[in-house]
């Protein structure tokens, strides 16, 4: 089983970068089968996980974290992503309220902001981002905008690799103790993750250019692309990206 799965890994990003090359233009790439897919959660029991023989998570020092979200139901905390290690559930997660109060978590330390005072729209695709760096700089960003900055998030710390992450679920535990109330409900695409901060300038080309992501800003942890995600399909189907979304 393990061979096929790396066979499988090795022969789809072939043909991504055979894809690639037969087509240079950025849009025609970001609209290829590969990527150009959504996921869609339709209840509390989604199961998605980032597929570590694929999409290995290293070890880092800096992050960054961006993906475009539109939920149908927002509950007080609503998962984008979670990643856990042996003795740490909360090595590394996103999530975000029906008041965009966004919750932080990088190796069991958190913090939480209100990133607008108006509240989350729902059905509307909004593009979030987080960086953090471990001098404990971390800065968050909603529509290509930095609207939080802030110090002291886990300084010095190093985020622990080769564990579990999971996009739009909780963990509690290593790769279980999923908290339906933390779910996510609604659509998620584009999630990509990076072993640097990205400056605000990056950040906001990624957003203006709806994450089509050009050679020198390719992420190098996880590039959106669903054939590296083991999906259950109980609550969640994987669809293509109607005709301008995310935007």
Avoid at 209 to 218: H, N, P, Y
Wanted: aromatic share 10%.
């Amino acid at each position: 089983m393990k061979v096929f799965t790396v066979t499988r890994c090795l022969l789809l990003t072939l043909l991504l970068v055979l894809a690639t090359t037969a087509n240079k233009s950025k849009h025609a790439v970001r609209r290829s089968a590969f990527d150009a897919k959504k996921l869609v959660y339709t209840g509390p029991e989604s199961r998605v996980k980032v597929n570590s023989d694929c999409s290995p998570i290293p070890s880092m020092t800096a992050l960054t974290a961006c993906a475009w979200l539109k939920a149908n139901a927002m509950g007080e905390k609503t998962t984008i992503m979670s990643y856990a290690v042996a003795g740490q559930p909360n090595e590394l997660k996103f999530y975000i309220s029906a008041t965009l109060r966004v919750y932080t978590y990088v190796s069991g330390e958190w913090r939480y902001d209100n990133i607008q005072s108006d509240g989350w729209q729902d059905n509307e695709w909004m593009h979030l981002c987080y960086g953090w760096d471990n001098s404990g700089v971390l800065k968050g960003y909603l529509n290509g905008v930095l609207v939080k900055d802030s110090t002291g998030l886990s300084d010095g710390v190093t985020v622990t690799g080769g564990g579990v992450m999971y996009l739009g679920q909780e963990q509690d535990t290593l790769g279980g103790g999923f908290d339906n109330d933390e779910a996510l409900v609604g659509e998620l695409t584009s999630f990509n993750l990076w072993s640097r901060r990205l400056s605000d300038a990056e950040i906001a080309d990624v957003y203006d250019t709806c994450s089509v992501i050009d050679d020198s800003l390719m992420p190098d942890v996880f590039t959106w692309d669903v054939y590296h995600l083991d999906i259950e399909p109980t609550d969640v189907s994987v669809e293509y990206l109607d005709a301008g979304e995310p935007c």
